[in-house]
């Protein structure tokens, strides 16, 4: 590791703590101004940010309006308009016993923030946490990933332009980068990224107790019930499946299918899959449509599940098309799967996609229930019974019925997922206050409590005694 990138580092970090009065006494217009800037540079750089993530992945330009510059700036919209209240005292009801006295809770930044950003959705998963973290009135540190070089590269280029670095600072750099940011001591951490990762930077965390939030991963199950609409749920499916070439931590892991409407599930799918990335008859590998796997050591770990399971005895369905030198790997269906299966075992966050069915909800929950708690879990039904039933039997970092991936971008709802798949919450006022000390503050007018003083006479001890009795 290059010494300057340290020594840099440092620098900031003493400029950050030195800063961190100015920036929690900053007004609500001046965090949206900050916020405002942020937006329009990123609006007059689209083109380089199409640019950049095509150079990482291959990704659409289409995709890239979709999946990470509509979301942020729909979040930034959110925040601006919602800022000023967020920031207000807010007022809380008195107990009986402390009349005389006025509470209210004030949220004021934690102070000096970490965010380290993940590579599948490389501009929204760092950007979206850095706008809450602003809006929360924080120092911040952001470190976006290696794997997604270019996106890094205009990340880091945008923020230099926006910001002085005693308030906002890109580091780029790899793992011993981010293993030097972990052993410093930040008042918050917010990190994306796998689980096992995620116990490492909350290790890190630990020795200085530093708050974190954990935005993991997981297997998350789709549920398609006897009841559901087939044609509108396999388009919801293969589009949530294969977007960004499956590289998304909601994404749909595997699928659980009633028995009844396995064959039409699997011919659906394959004919959605068609329409969305082979229109023009010319091959998914031809299609503008596609993205790709963002490394060759990606690629190879999604090779070894898929031979892993055909070893074992899956059944290609549909796709199993690779390339290495691209990093091309098809929409790819199996079948036959059995949990002994690593790719029933690992996160797979690619474009494989196994179904399995059931014939009696209680063998999916019976299922769930000694695996992991999921980021994301999907049921497909116009059954309300069946889908209540799903929903009061399982957990999860969020449920969506009827389609895909949709909650990331409602700002009214919190996102984050539970145990194994995260800790914490981010989007709209759950970010804000996930980069915020919610501080009780309670100003005494009257002094009631003067009654109970010692010392304890045979009055007093009455009074305690009948507050025992009345409250």
Sequence with gaps: MNQSTEERIQEVLFLQKSSLLRLKNSSADERIEKLRKLQKYMLAHQQDLFDALFQDF???????????LLGVKREIDHMIKHIKSWMKPQKVSTP????????????????????????????????????????A???????????????????????????????????????????????????????????????????????????????LGGK????????????????????????????????????????????QFLAGLENA??????ADSK????????????????????????????????????????????NYISPTILSQCTMDMAIMQEEIFGPILPVLTFRAEEEIINYLSHEEKPLALYIFSEDKTFTDYILNNTSAGSSVVNDC??????????????????????????????????KAVIVQKTNALRFFYPPYTLRTKWLIERVLKWF
């Excluded at 659409?60 to 979709?66: D, G, L």
């Excluded at 209210?104 to 929204?124: M, R, S, T, V």
């Excluded at 990340?155 to 910001?163: G, H, Q, S, V």
């Excluded at 087939?230 to 589009?239: H, N, Y």
């Design 96 to 135: 009986l016993l402390l009349l005389g006295t006025q509470g209210h809770i004030q949220f004021e930044p934690k102070g000096l923030c970490l965010i380290i950003a993940p590579w599948n959705y490389p501009f929204n998963l760092a950007i979206n946490p850095l706008v809450h973290a602003i809006a």
């Design 137 to 215: 009135g924080n120092a911040i540190i952001l470190k976006p990933s290696e794997m997604s070089e270019h996106t890094s590269a205009f990340i880091k280029k945008m923020i230099n332009a926006l910001y002085d670095p005693s308030d906002v600072f890109c580091v780029e750099g790899d793992a011993q980068i981010s293993t030097f940011l972990l052993a410093q001591k930040f008042d918050h951490i917010f990190f994306t990224g796998s689980p096992a990762i995620g116990k490492v930077v909350m290790a890190a965390a630990a020795k200085h107790l530093t708050s974190v939030t954990l935005e």
């Design 273 to 278: 899959i068609q329409a969305f990335y082979n």
């Design 58 to 68: 291959r990704k659409p330009s289409s995709e890239v309006i979709i999946a990470e």
């Design 405 to 438: 991936l949709i909650q990331f971008g409602h700002s009214s709802l919190p996102f984050g997922g539970v145990n194994n798949s995260g800790i914490g919450r981010s989007g709209g006022k759950f970010g804000f206050e996930e980069f915020s000390h919610a």
């Design 220 to 263: 998350s199950p789709a549920i398609v019930g006897p009841s559901a609409d087939m044609d509108s749920i396999v388009q919801k499916i293969a589009w949530g499946k294969f977007l960004n070439n499956g590289q998304t931590c909601i994404a749909p892991d595997y699928v659980f299918v009633h028995e009844k409407v396995h064959f």
């Design 283 to 326: 091959g998914i590998e031809k299609s503008n449509d596609y993205a790709r796997i963002v490394n060759r050591r990606h690629f190879d770990r999604i090779v070894r599940l898929l031979d892993d399971a055909k070893e074992k005895g899956a059944k290609v369905i549909f796709g199993g098309d690779m390339n290495p030198e691209t």
